[in-house]
């Protein structure tokens, strides 16, 4: 078990959690750096398929979200056209 000073830690509802420490940040240069494509790791955000350089977009599942997702305004829009659901006019 790592050893940890008891002011790192923060009794949260009877469970222990580490303390944020402040960035020890010097200088005037406090410049947020990004990662670059070139710098991020080969594996990092990628899929098997995407890796051997398939288009994930080949695959049933982004579809299958897409029109599972649309469905419920799909409905509502034919329930709105055929007037089953009234609009209230203020």
Known sequence: MAKV???SLLAV?????FAVQPSKKTGSGNKKK???REEEPE???QAAGERKGE???KTPL????I???S???VILAIAFANGWIKVPVR
Do not use: E, V
């Open 55 to 57: 288009n994930p977009m």
């Open 71 to 73: 469905t419920p305004f």
């Open 13 to 17: 509802g009877g469970a222990a959690a």
């Open 67 to 69: 029109f599972g997702m």
């Open 43 to 45: 594996q990092y955000w």
């Open 34 to 36: 990004f990662i670059t």
């Open 5 to 7: 000073a008891l002011s």
């Open 62 to 65: 982004p579809y299958i979200i």
